[in-house]
């Protein structure tokens, strides 16, 4: 059976078959008093009420709305970038986008040359050596800590820290969750989507086979470099191509279109008629998302 074409005004009811659907705060979502009532929703005369606006969600006969706009909210396994902000006794403090800073503990990195070994005072020692404040890094997250901060590792050499790129913070709700966060799209750059809404663009450096482990070496030794031998100068041409994906990502999100790699590559397939410089203006960005709509809302 076809699904109900669902229409939204302020203070209609919302049909909870609908596929997706978006609520002011004011809507009714449901008369049905067999609902149970979560985040975002509140109880009046007997009618389940969005106490703010986003996306209605249904568990079995569990109802939330999931705000459109809001700090992030971190799950297990979620892929993250972040920003050194304070490093601490064993640990360092990141920024992630969500209410709390996140933790990232000297035993939840991998040492040097990827040895199994229990983190010794040296490696205390050299903390600052590995990341310090300013760097940006990619991560995972381990554990979801009971006041809600979130503790991350950095436990596979897809991970570590981030250079020779930019970084785009969106909002973390326009991220769709995928199996892979980390693409290398055919226009020769590489991107992390990140479940906070921090994307990270930057040239491909490695190929494939060798799976990152040159981009992400941590140093050998207490002062040296941990990326020192593997930069190497980016061309014009890259960096002009960092710029255009760059502000491709703005227009999709401008235009509140969700982002993983398909509406990305059409985006910037779709951009190529128009000078980077132009990507921003308002008719240009409606023109150039024009593809990518279709595919974000299938």
């Known amino acids: 059976a076809k699904r109900p ?3 939204i005004t302020v203070g209609s009811q919302v049909s909870i078959r609908s596929k997706v ?25 007997g009618e389940l009420i969005a106490s703010v606006a986003g996306i209605v969600e249904r568990v079995n006969r569990l109802i939330c709305v999931r705000p459109l706009k809001s700090r992030y909210n971190g799950e297990i396994g979620d892929v993250v970038v972040g920003r050194i902000i304070e490093v601490q ?22 040492l040097p040359g990827g040895v199994l070994r229990r983190r010794s005072i040296q490696d205390e020692l050299m903390i600052r050596d590995y990341l310090k404040e300013g760097d940006l890094i990619s991560a995972e997250v381990q554990h979801v800590n009971t006041d809600g901060s979130l503790s991350l590792h950095t436990r596979s050499m897809k ?7 930019t970084l785009v913070i969106v909002p ?26 921090f994307v990270w663009i930057s040239p491909i450096v490695i190929d494939d086979n060798q799976q990152y ?5 941590l140093p050998s030794a207490p002062g040296a470099s941990s990326v020192e031998s593997n930069i190497k100068p980016v061309t014009r041409d890259e960096r002009e191509t960092i710029s255009r994906l760059r502000n491709c990502v703005l227009a999709l999100t401008h235009q509140k279109i969700m982002l993983f790699d398909t509406t990305i590559q059409y985006t910037y397939d779709s951009s190529q008629k128009y000078e980077v ?12 998302t024009t593809s990518a709509r279709h595919v974000g809302i299938d």
């Open 5 to 7: 074409k669902r229409e």
């Open 21 to 45: 659907h978006y609520v002011a705060p004011g809507d009714v979502i449901t008369t049905d008093i067999g609902f149970m009532r979560g985040h975002g929703t509140y109880l009046y005369e």
């Open 89 to 110: 006794q064993k640990r360092w403090k990141v920024e992630t986008n969500s209410r709390l800073d996140s933790v990232l503990q000297l035993s939840s990195i991998n």
């Open 159 to 165: 991970y570590g820290k981030l250079t020779e790129g």
């Open 172 to 197: 973390s709700s326009l991220v769709k969750r995928c199996k892979n966060h980390f693409h290398n799209l055919l226009c020769g750059v590489s991107i992390i989507l990140g479940n906070n809404g």
């Open 213 to 217: 482990v040159l981009r992400f070496q």
């Open 277 to 288: 410089k132009d990507l921003l203006k308002p008719e240009v960005m409606e023109d150039i």
